[in-house]
């Protein structure tokens, strides 16, 4: 039987997050809409205050730290909802015993 909990390529748990991730990442509340993170907006503000000969560096970097952050974010949603979801099928098969 496949474990669940670890991360592989080619799982059906992979499959579904991307299925899913439209709905799971939009904004699709007031609450939603309040917790956004407005990364651009503040890129822009940041940028408009940098001397001009250290822009494309400090562009270079706030897109690094954007990344790497999306990618924290999706590592971090993946490994929460693969645990709950391992955690509620170990519950339900436990009740079955």
Avoid: A
């Avoid at 000969?53 to 490994?79: A, G, H, R, S, T």
């Amino acid at each position: 039987m496949n474990n669940f909990r670890e991360v592989n390529e080619n799982d059906i748990l992979r499959d579904w997050f991307n299925f899913r991730e439209d709905t799971i990442t939009s904004l699709t509340s007031t609450e939603d809409k309040k917790h956004f993170i407005c990364f651009e907006e503040i890129s822009e503000k940041i940028l408009r205050n940098v001397p001009k000969q250290n822009k494309k560096y400090v562009e270079k970097q706030l897109k690094q730290l954007d990344d790497n952050f999306f990618d924290y974010i999706c590592y971090w949603n993946e490994k929460y909802y693969r645990n709950g979801f391992c955690d509620g099928v170990e519950l339900i098969s436990s009740c079955l015993d």
